[in-house]
């Protein structure tokens, strides 16, 4: 149970730090896609919906390939370290954050767009009123972003290796564990597990507004 704290610990940085990674390159590629006028916008968008369901190993394999010794960033010597674990867990939280990102700004420029524009505001000049008006909605999306990565297993497992003591979070940790039969671990890293989703979930439904202050359509 000594390894129980540092587990932990590394669980929640590498998945917070991924979490901060993804809400900045999301919210930028959601006001892209909200207020872009631009050819293949509407691919972009069908591409960062369906990119929701990225299966987390394939995620991993690419990275794997990526960041090995023989591969294109194999230099930068990241592979089974926690920083790789932050990049795979950060490309599977960015369409998350996008997508829902996306449809906040887009549904708020269309209900404020025109007073805005009235105010003589542009389309740039307008996010961070648009950003403000949509607060709720993109805290929701991080949160979302957040209980990605700190569920994930698939990918960190390629690309972290499951080092003991290094690179071994939560989810990994719990799979080793049990199949060492060693269930003390793994049923206690499992309940703290099930407490932060818990967590997230609740703050996500009840960050949303009530029903009956919520804009009219």
Wanted: include cysteine; aromatic fraction near 6%; charge should be positive.
């Amino acid at each position: 149970m000594r390894a129980f704290l540092p587990i932990v610990l590394l669980s929640l940085g590498v998945s917070l730090s991924a979490t901060a990674i993804a809400a900045v390159l999301g919210f930028a590629l959601a006001a892209l896609l909200a207020l872009g006028r631009f050819r293949g916008r509407g691919a972009l968008i069908v591409l960062v919906n369906a990119l929701l369901g990225l299966p987390p190993v394939v995620v991993g394999l690419f990275l794997y390939l990526l960041l090995s010794r023989s591969g294109p960033l194999g230099a930068l010597g990241l592979l089974f370290t926690p920083a790789a674990m932050v990049v795979a867990q950060s490309v599977l939280a960015v369409p998350i954050i996008a997508a829902l990102g996306h449809r906040a700004l887009a549904m708020r420029w269309l209900e404020y767009g025109r007073a805005l524009r009235a105010c003589g505001a542009g389309r740039l000049q307008s996010l961070p009123s648009l950003f403000a008006l949509s607060r709720d909605a993109l805290l929701t999306a991080v949160l979302a972003g957040f209980g990605r990565t700190i569920s994930e297993v698939g990918a960190i497992l390629v690309v972290g290796g499951n080092i003991a003591g290094y690179t071994r979070t939560m989810t990994t940790a719990i799979a080793l564990e049990t199949s060492m039969g060693n269930l003390e671990l793994a049923l206690s890293l499992g309940l703290v597990l099930i407490g932060l989703s818990i967590a997230v979930s609740a703050a996500a439904f009840l960050l949303r507004p009530p029903a009956d202050h919520r804009p009219a359509h």
